[in-house]
């Protein structure tokens, strides 16, 4: 048993880097649930866009084209989600349903007609893929990390070398926070997932108000999408999101709709996940071998136990899932 | 008020959806540089050129009635089980134990045990999502979605260790021979109908109809069926009637996932006769589509699964043939399930109008 090996600075860079794509789609979430629009569509659009983002890359070698023809993917899927569920007042959780099949499907019949490697894009070097920013003086060899002492390694190893996608999380949080209890268009925000009624009698656009929390929604998981595949890994794979919309939905319960919990839940998730691949250091703190299928597993099992009410009670916003019929 | 006849509610606006489907999957089909109309003769012979691809088409519907009923059944309780998959699994799981230790002499024996046990298994792993939301009130769709992303490594844990055959695969070991239920071919052939024996459709299909009976009468004749559309209704109303919420949760949910399980009795013990990694192949996912385009009755769900057969086996011709994905079917599932789901106001509302418009005249 060595307690201290669920420190490793390997596995909390891990976190780092799968937590951020969990944190931007629960963010996304975050804004379209706080408007009244359940979402669990999170994950299909980050997987579109994550297929957009990769083929776009490559085929134009520049990853920041990418990146727009990933999140305008995404936004229209969202824009999608907005017309079923509050123009046509339709079932929002079967609009998700919907676009998620749909992004699963589509991404690689896509990705067959386009690059006939079997539903994946070519492999990403270069220009057309997020490269990791080193900080001056920091140690790139994983051979002299592994020798360096401990502040040089937290320095070499979890704070040099994110992309660029990483560092400006650091700041989304805080901005989150700010539009959300500090501006006029928070207030309303919120408000629309509280009580519509009340917004409309204000004389604000309950559909307006909808739609732009939506959009929000869309270039979030966009950015997230985007950044697994051009950052986090190098190219598309199918269903490559794997369930990671839905864990950040997750994230979003357990967070209570609230930014900076946002920030804890998604990387305690973005943990699990950085210890799933490391059963050798789970191994080592624990002291007994564990079969890879319960680390496969591990990430929903504590999302359950979560849900299950180790949290309190989580109260979704009041208007949530209901669509708005304006009084004539 | 009414605002328009009920052939136009019933028939109607699922067939305009349909068509909206019909016409976006075509869009899909050119843009990736085939021809719409070539597809579509080549799925439709694919899936009913002979009495071997009707087989087949027969088998895949099997799986959907029952993953679509186990969707309707929640969604009268106004629970949207997104679980059946993982139910699915879990079921084959069950039915793969029965039939793997206990010596069943017949296979009509064998089809009340592994069937049982099956449905035994997939409701156990409703049970909990549907405990956690009646007591906890935490969202079924995240719950069952999560169930999902568990059953999987369960499967491959087991089937490459403790349940594991010989050999590289993993897979069980295939069940007795007495215990293989009859195919399509054997039970026509009794009553005289000759029947390609290439394909996969058995006994389990009996067992679908079945079941698509034993739902309707649930439903629609029972007290239980009752309570459960009026909850699914209105809960308030429901509750002020003396019914209790978490007891109609749990059941439609454990009927549910039973039903989901069930799909083994088709999957694993009618065509595979042993359990493999991937049974399910995304039917718990195609029964989300069909119990919506059914309307959640199980005379729509019968025919929408035997609709969602020809897209599956056509679009395995459709791959073999044109080299487009197999998840093309995907797509055409999505845009089922957004235009007949999501988007019925879209298609509905404008119909009405109309009704409404003419209805007018009409009184004039």
């Known amino acids: 048993m060595d307690l201290l090996a669920f420190f490793d600075i390997a596995v909390l860079d891990g976190t780092v880097r799968l937590g951020v794509p969990l944190l931007l789609a629960c963010l996304a979430g975050l804004y379209s649930e706080r408007a009244g629009i359940f979402d669990i569509g999170l994950e299909g659009k980050m997987l579109i866009a994550a297929f957009l983002a990769a083929g776009v890359s490559f085929t134009t070698g520049s990853v920041w084209l990418g990146l727009i023809a990933g999140v305008l993917a995404s936004v229209i899927l969202s824009l999608l989600h907005g017309l079923a569920s509050i123009t046509f007042r339709g079932n929002q959780l079967i609009s998700g349903v919907a676009i998620n099949f749909f992004a699963s499907g589509i991404t690689v019949v896509a990705a067959q007609a386009w690059f006939g490697e079997g539903g994946r894009t070519p492999s990403l070097s270069g220009a057309a893929r997020f490269e990791s920013i080193q900080f001056p003086g920091a140690l790139t060899r994983i051979r002299d990390i592994a020798k360096a002492d401990l502040p040089m390694k937290v320095y070499s190893e979890l704070l040099s070398g994110h992309t660029i996608i990483v560092y400006l999380c650091i700041l989304i949080v805080p901005f989150v926070w700010w539009t959300l209890y500090r501006t006029r268009f928070g207030l309303r925000l919120r408000a629309v997932g509280e009580n519509p009624g009340a917004v409309d009698t204000a004389g604000i656009s309950v559909y307006r108000m909808r739609y732009s929390a939506v959009i929000i929604c869309g270039v979030l998981c966009g950015l997230a999408g985007a950044y697994l595949s051009t950052g986090l890994q190098a190219g598309f794979v199918r269903e490559m999101t794997a369930g990671r919309g839905y864990i950040a939905l997750a994230a979003l319960i357990f967070a209570k709709w609230r930014p900076w919990q946002a920030l804890g839940a998604t990387m305690l998730f973005g943990y699990l996940q950085a210890l799933a691949i490391r059963p050798d250091i789970l191994e080592r703190a624990i002291g007994i071998r564990v079969q890879t299928q319960v680390l496969d597993a591990l990430p929903y099992v504590l999302t359950v136990i979560v849900l299950a009410g180790f949290v309190g009670k989580a109260i979704p916003p009041r208007a949530g899932g209901e669509a708005y019929v304006k009084e004539r | ?364």
């Open chain 2, 1 to 364: 008020m009414q605002k328009m006849p009920n052939w136009a509610d019933v028939v109607l606006v699922p067939v305009l959806s349909l068509v909206l489907a019909a016409i976006i999957s075509a869009i899909v089909i050119l843009a990736i540089g085939h021809n719409p109309i070539d597809a579509l003769g080549i799925m439709v012979k694919g899936a009913l050129g002979n009495s071997a691809n009707v087989s087949y088409t027969l088998y895949y519907a099997t799986n959907f009635i029952f993953t679509g009923l186990a969707v309707a059944v929640a969604y009268h309780a106004r629970m949207f089980n997104i679980g059946g998959e993982g139910q699915a699994y879990i079921g084959g799981l069950g039915a793969a134990l029965a039939c793997l230790y206990i010596p069943w002499p017949h296979w009509t024996l064998a089809l009340i045990g592994g069937g049982v046990a099956a449905a035994v298994f997939g409701a156990a792993w409703a049970a909990i999502p549907a405990y956690l939301q009646a007591k906890r009130g935490s969202h079924i769709v995240i719950t069952t979605i999560m169930f999902n992303y568990m059953a999987y490594p369960l499967l491959n844990f087991l089937l490459n260790g403790p349940i594991k055959a010989g050999g590289m695969e993993p897979a069980t070991p295939s069940f007795a021979e007495a215990m293989h239920l009859p195919n399509l071919s054997a039970i026509l052939g009794a009553v005289g109908i000759s029947f390609s024996d290439r394909g996969p459709a058995n006994f389990a299909l009996i067992i679908a109809l079945l079941a698509c009976v034993f739902v309707w009468a649930l439903i629609w004749k029972t007290k239980l069926g009752y309570e459960t559309r009026a909850f699914g209704q209105s809960e308030t109303a429901a509750k002020y009637a003396g019914i209790k919420p978490t007891k109609i949760i749990m059941i439609a949910m454990l009927i549910s996932g039973g039903l989901a399980g069930m799909m083994a009795i088709n999957n694993v013990m009618g065509e595979a006769e042993r359990l493999v990694l991937n049974a399910v192949e995304g039917a718990g996912f195609i029964g989300i589509a069909v119990a919506l385009m059914g309307r959640n009755h199980p005379v729509g769900i019968l025919i929408a699964a035997i609709l969602f057969g020809i897209l599956y086996q056509g679009g395995a011709e459709l791959s073999a043939e044109l080299r487009i994905p197999r998840e093309m079917v995907t797509v055409i599932q999505a845009l089922v399930i957004l235009f007949t789901g999501a988007l019925d106001n879209m298609v509905r509302m404008p119909i009405e109008k109309l009704f409404v418009a003419f209805g007018r005249k009409g009184a004039n």
